[in-house]
């Protein structure tokens, strides 16, 4: 791309147009709702669908939304969804069979994957996107449909203002501003008198779309009340989660009795697998038809918290939930490393809020790091030695 446009200002009243503009070339827009008590991801054709004066609180265990005091279009962090629904769908036909007494024929999935425009993506699922490019996108493991899908999306990243108390992109070093990785990004500004968007150009793409758009340029006051916002937002960050050394520190507590206690909470229900934006496990079924002459081929998203995911031959490796548990969180933060050349968590807190009897993975961790620091919390008569099945 030629030199970056500079940024601009797009007024809350011309927002509608972006929407509109990316509708107009072709793309399914995709964007933050509100519905049934909670912000999920679905289509928009306007900013009327999306969930204006709507924030949310987040706890451990605990998501609500909550009514602003202000008429923000994206006053909201992580909801339960992610973006990998529309990249990679929790379920999707690979491929089909069709016989007859004469022969047997497979054909691949032929459906056009949908060209998506993804707007309000925060700075953490940008790079939780970017991390599962890492997996379907390899050349030696490529999904083509993943790819199709990634390669004709159109992303508007949101600069979040605002961080909910599971969030601790900072820490992860994902967020909250988002820096590459977009085709648009926006930052929302809500003052007194005036509601905009400081919108900066991240693609030869974007710069085509803001062609389209009523603008201004923006001025240092714009800026500087960007910059603000985003600053903000990482200020009110409570959890974080430190990265120095974590993967030697998981590695080393592979005997740990502290996987236990945490089993004592866990109910292995895979909340926390299915709500997190670089989760990718699956598994395949067939179903056939009646006749017995067609047959499909599913890919369904699949989680390690599942007893039947390690089944090998005649059993599961993984029986206990000590095992299931630790095997998630040494992934994330630990092998994933060694895997695909970074961490499996951008720090976005739905493992933690979403977690029924809110487990998080940043208190978990603080406790593998002090008992390394203090031999005495480390509980070692209790302490089971060889493999937890
Ligand atoms: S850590 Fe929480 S969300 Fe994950 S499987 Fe256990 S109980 Fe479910
Ligand atoms: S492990 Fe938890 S905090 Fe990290 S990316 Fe997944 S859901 Fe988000």
Not at 94 to 122: C, M, R
Request: proline share 4%.
């Amino acid at each position: 791309m030629k030199d970056a446009m500079p940024a601009v200002c797009i007024d809350r009243a011309d927002f509608d147009s972006v929407i509109k503009a990316l509708a107009g070339d072709g793309y399914n827009v995709v964007g933050p709702v509100l519905r049934e008590g909670a912000i999920i991801y679905d289509e928009i054709s306007g900013v009327s669908d999306l969930p204006e004066g709507w924030g949310d609180e987040q706890e451990a265990g605990t998501y609500r939304t909550v009514k602003r005091n202000d008429k923000a279009l994206f006053g909201h962090n992580s909801g339960q969804q992610a973006w990998k629904k529309f990249l990679y769908p929790s379920r999707e036909r690979l491929w089909s069979a069709q016989g007859d007494n004469a022969e047997f024929k497979i054909e691949p999935n032929a459906e056009t994957p949908p060209k998506y425009a993804f707007v309000g993506v925060h700075a953490c699922d940008l790079r939780a996107i970017e991390i599962q490019d890492i997996v379907f996108m390899n050349p030696e493991t490529a999904d083509p449909r993943y790819g199709k899908r990634r390669e004709g999306a159109f992303i508007v990243a949101v600069n979040c203002a605002q961080s909910a108390k599971t969030c601790f992109c900072a820490a992860m070093g994902t967020g909250p501003r988002a820096e590459s990785g977009f085709d648009l990004s926006l930052t929302e500004i809500i003052e007194a008198n005036a509601h905009y968007f400081v919108a900066t150009v991240g693609s030869a793409r974007g710069e085509t779309l803001m062609q389209k758009i009523k603008s201004r340029p923006a001025t240092d006051a714009d800026l500087q009340a960007a910059a603000t916002r985003t600053e903000n937002a990482q200020k009110q960050q409570v959890r974080s989660l430190d990265r120095e050394g974590v993967k030697e520190l998981l590695f080393s507590s592979y005997s740990d009795a502290h996987w236990d206690k945490i089993a004592e909470r866990c109910l292995s229900c895979a909340n926390c697998t299915m709500v997190c934006p670089t989760c990718f496990c699956s598994k395949t079924e067939d179903t056939t038809d009646l006749s017995g002459n067609h047959a499909d081929r599913w890919r369904l998203w699949d989680s390690c918290f599942t007893v039947d995911f390690s089944y090998i031959h005649g059993g599961s490796i993984r029986k206990q939930v000590a095992s299931r548990y630790r095997q998630w969180m040494t992934h994330k933060l630990a092998s994933w490393i060694d895997q695909f050349g970074t961490s499996g968590c951008v720090g976005c807190g739905r493992c933690i809020t979403w977690c029924p009897v809110g487990i998080d993975i940043t208190e978990e961790a603080k406790v593998f790091r002090e008992e390394k620091m203090d031999p005495r919390l480390r509980g070692d008569d209790e302490v089971v030695k060889g493999t937890k099945q």
